[in-house]
Each structure stands twice: as C-alpha cells, then as structure tokens.
Nanobody, 122 residues
Framework: QVQLVESGGGLVQAGGSLRLSCTAS????????MGWFRQAPGKDREFVAA????????RYSDSVKGRFTISRDNARNTVSLPMNSLKTEDTAVYYC???????????????WGQGTQVTVSS
C-alpha cells in the first residue's frame, strides 16, 4: 500500500508559477512509477506528467511540455511538479498517483492522492 499526499496548490495569476509536491508513504514507495493528473470542472481527468522509479525517464502531455517539470527524490519519497508560465486553462484539481507498472505511457495507476486545487486567474 502507498499513501499519497499532495501539497502546494493555490491561486496564482496567469504567467506565474507554482510548485506541487507529493509525499508518498510506504516502504516500497521509491520503486513506483509516479504521475500527475488533473481534472478541471466538467472535464475528464487528464494525464499531466509521469516519471520512472529511477527518474531516468519522464513523459509529459503536450499541453504542459516545456512549462512543467516532474522530478523525484527517492530518499525523501517525494515527487515535485514545478509549473511555470501558468495559463487559465491549467486550472484544475491536481492528483498525484503511483503505479507498479514500469510503463510511463499507460494511464492506469494503482494509488491516488486526494488532490490539490490549482487556480490560475486572468
């Protein structure tokens, strides 16, 4: 079992930055593929970014590529998502997720956090 807790959400103006963090608990948390997803009001949850357990591979959605960067610190069981050049369309609840699968491309994840709200104002 892995428990995930997100933090760092908030309100920011368009063009600004925020940094999301996810802390994972569980002895084997560092061996999981980690990802970030988001869900805007009235829309389906969508993939944002993923990182392999060793941090040697990352993947991003086209909508955030070049603006968001996923990283992890396995010694601290944390995953970070610095978000720059934020747009109003980035407004959503952001979820941290973990999975045993090594495949970054698949969007099925085994464990999910509660989410943190990110609001970007114009």
């Amino acid at each position: 079992q892995v428990q995930l807790v997100e933090s760092g959400g908030g309100l920011v103006q368009a063009g600004g930055s925020l940094r999301l963090s996810c802390t994972a608990s569980g002895r084997t948390a560092s061996t999981y593929t980690m990802g970030w997803f988001r869900q805007a009001p009235g829309k389906d949850r969508e993939f944002v970014a993923a990182i392999s357990w060793s941090a040697d591979s990352t993947r991003y959605s086209d909508s955030v590529k070049g603006r968001f960067t996923i990283s992890r610190d396995n010694a601290r069981n944390t995953v970070s998502l610095p978000m720059n050049s934020l747009k109003t369309e980035d407004t959503a609840v952001y979820y941290c997720a973990a999975k045993l699968s090594l495949l970054l491309r698949t969007t099925y994840y085994d464990f999910w956090g509660q989410g943190t709200q990110v609001t970007v104002s114009s």
